[in-house]
């Protein structure tokens, strides 16, 4: 091989190995790692911060229960079903999509009822306290090792979750107790669910919501606490 010719071979190998080594790099910085962002807001209601570790509860909750379907769906391949997209016009999304909205909004109308109830002077009777104390041990009892890992919950973020849900579920009842919903064709308990027409025209847009898009686009549901191998 005359030197002109290897040394042109030479300068493409350098240079595939420098467009590798890039390639690696860039995939390396640009990995998302759920575990570093735990602490980061994810959800900001009227000026107060959710973190991604307390809405992991939420996500842990809605994977559990989406989890369930997808083994009916397929026993041997469940994320088949985390990845079927339904058409239905401008709401057409995969079920991973429609999870994370689901896990969101949740989060969302739980912490401004919530926060109604406290401007309200409700609070949670001793049977109710202990209520939510049960279930959040029933709740990390059920959580395997690599779940609690992933998601960086524990029983006393669980509890405080299940208490704030339970008084935001107190408020919601004083909600279907004393307004007059008659106008609205729905199931009064779908009215003030996160998605119900009451809750949407007259409660939510009363509060300033935020989400950290940047935060939740790198999310896929069906893959942080199920699915993990």
């Known amino acids: ?3 002109s010719v290897k040394r042109a071979v030479i300068a493409v190998i350098i240079a ?6 890039i390639a690696i790099c860039g995939w390396i910085l640009s990995r998302f790692d759920y575990q570093d962002h735990l602490d980061e807001a994810v959800i900001t209601v009227d000026e107060k911060d959710i973190t991604l570790r307390e809405f992991g ?3 842990y909750e809605v994977e559990a229960f989406v989890q369930n379907q997808a083994l009916l769906y397929n026993p041997e391949n469940p994320k088949q ?3 079927t997209h339904f058409s239905a016009g401008l709401d057409s999304q995969f079920v991973c999509d429609y999870a ?3 896990a969101i909004n949740t989060c969302i109308a739980d912490e401004i009822y919530y926060r109604e109830a406290v401007r309200c002077n409700l609070t949670l009777s001793s049977e109710e306290e202990s209520a939510a104390f049960g279930e959040a041990r029933q709740t990390i009892a059920g959580m395997s090792h690599e779940q609690i890992t992933a998601t960086g919950l524990d029983e006393a973020i669980i509890i405080e979750v299940l208490k704030k849900k339970a ?3 107190k408020y919601a009842l004083v909600l279907l107790e004393n307004k007059d919903l008659s106008a609205y064709p729905d199931e009064p308990a ?3 669910n996160w998605d119900g027409a009451y809750y949407l025209e007259e409660i939510l847009p009363d509060h300033e919501t935020r989400t950290n898009d940047d935060l939740l686009d790198k999310i896929t549901l069906g893959k942080i606490t199920v699915n993990m191998q």
């Open 81 to 83: 079903w985390w990845n």
């Open 190 to 192: 779908k009215l003030v």
């Open 57 to 59: 509860y939420y996500i």
């Open 16 to 21: 595939n190995c420098i467009l590798i080594a």
């Open 100 to 102: 994370k909205k689901v």
């Open 1 to 3: 091989m005359k030197g």
């Open 167 to 169: 008084l935001a579920s």
